[in-house]
């Protein structure tokens, strides 16, 4: 039970992907999309548009450099090769995180219709279970949102799996995401059940969303505004860009919110923000 499957046809990777975090909602355990194919052709008529094909030089130099910027990419050690549209990933990166990232990262560029991933999770140094099972828990408890729950943490060569129970969809990803990061993890099985807490009251949700938001360095609570309703949010006001939209969101399931409807413009022209008072 609570495990949708998804298939049919999108028009590109960021589609499938996007499905995949849609049919995430609450109730959901996992999505599997493995049936839901990249058909190009299916590209709305207003966006039948022949994209740029970036010389191949131009597009390694693009990738390149977005591995190096990218801080979830650190000490860069990739190497591509581009034949027409396909691009080859190989070289070492430190943890699961980055190689995810580097093959996210490759397939939103322009020009890139098929990625394939050769990446090797390596820290250059050997790492025991009990250390990486270390980590994974330190990880956990470093996060403030996690550290009400009791999760078993097993590491089985560079494979990790979790288990335990959260209250959330919301936190059951924040799980996945932060272990993920964790220098030496090089798989991750996350064996965390969904069991639904009783609903947290409005005022506190709204008071733990507006702290979040606060101190969320993309986010200016002076442009946001929150309305809770029985455990539903509702976001409205502007954000300057897709990942700050994302963002808040995000925060909204952390604080506790059964449903969200964001309902967040994106103005494009950032402002400058205040620092927090104190």
């Given at each position: 039970?609570?495990?949708?499957?998804?298939?049919?046809?999108?028009a590109?990777?960021?589609?499938?992907?996007?499905a995949?975090r849609?049919?995430?909602?609450?109730?959901?355990r996992?999505?599997?999309?493995a049936?839901l194919?990249v058909?190009?052709?299916?590209?709305?008529p207003?966006?039948?548009?022949?994209?740029?094909?970036?010389?191949a030089?131009r597009?390694?130099?693009?990738?390149?450099?977005?591995f190096r910027?990218?801080?979830?990419?650190?000490?860069s050690?990739?190497?591509?090769?581009?034949?027409?549209?396909s691009?080859?990933?190989?070289?070492?990166v430190?943890?699961?995180?980055?190689?995810?990232?580097?093959?996210?990262?490759?397939?939103?560029?322009?020009?890139?219709?098929?990625?394939h991933?050769?990446?090797?999770v390596?820290?250059?140094?050997?790492?025991s279970?009990?250390?990486?099972e270390?980590?994974?828990?330190?990880a956990?408890?470093?996060?403030?949102?996690?550290?009400?729950?009791?999760?078993?943490?097993?590491?089985?060569?560079?494979?990790?799996?979790?288990?335990?129970?959260?209250?959330?969809?919301?936190?059951r990803?924040?799980?996945?995401r932060?272990?993920s990061?964790?220098?030496?993890?090089?798989?991750?099985?996350?064996?965390v059940?969904?069991?639904?807490?009783?609903l947290?009251?409005?005022?506190?949700?709204?008071?733990?969303?507006?702290?979040?938001?606060r101190?969320?360095?993309?986010?200016?609570?002076?442009?946001?505004?929150?309305a809770?309703?029985?455990g539903?949010?509702?976001?409205?006001?502007?954000?300057?860009?897709a990942?700050?939209h994302?963002a808040?969101?995000?925060?909204?399931?952390?604080?506790?919110?059964?449903?969200?409807?964001?309902?967040?413009?994106?103005?494009?022209?950032?402002r400058v923000?205040?620092a927090?008072?104190?």
């Amino acid at each position: 039970g609570g495990t949708v499957s998804l298939s049919g046809r999108v028009a590109s990777l960021y589609e499938k992907r996007l499905a995949d975090r849609l049919g995430r909602t609450t109730g959901v355990r996992s999505v599997d999309v493995a049936d839901l194919r990249v058909d190009p052709a299916l590209l709305r008529p207003s966006h039948r548009w022949a994209p740029p094909k970036p010389p191949a030089r131009r597009l390694r130099r693009a990738l390149l450099a977005a591995f190096r910027i990218d801080p979830r990419v650190p000490n860069s050690g990739i190497t591509l090769t581009l034949d027409a549209g396909s691009v080859r990933l190989n070289g070492e990166v430190p943890n699961l995180l980055a190689k995810r990232t580097a093959v996210r990262l490759a397939s939103y560029a322009v020009g890139v219709h098929t990625v394939h991933d050769h990446l090797v999770v390596d820290t250059g140094q050997t790492v025991s279970q009990a250390t990486l099972e270390k980590r994974a828990e330190a990880a956990l408890r470093r996060d403030p949102d996690l550290t009400a729950y009791d999760l078993e943490v097993r590491a089985r060569g560079q494979t990790v799996h979790v288990t335990g129970a959260v209250a959330n969809h919301a936190h059951r990803m924040l799980v996945e995401r932060v272990i993920s990061a964790v220098d030496g993890v090089a798989a991750l099985v996350v064996q965390v059940t969904v069991t639904p807490t009783p609903l947290r009251a409005d005022l506190t949700i709204r008071r733990d969303l507006r702290a979040r938001i606060r101190w969320d360095a993309q986010l200016d609570p002076r442009h946001i505004v929150i309305a809770v309703k029985r455990g539903a949010v509702t976001l409205t006001g502007a954000v300057p860009n897709a990942s700050a939209h994302r963002a808040a969101a995000r925060h909204a399931w952390l604080a506790g919110a059964s449903r969200v409807h964001n309902q967040l413009r994106i103005r494009w022209t950032p402002r400058v923000r205040a620092a927090p008072r104190r």
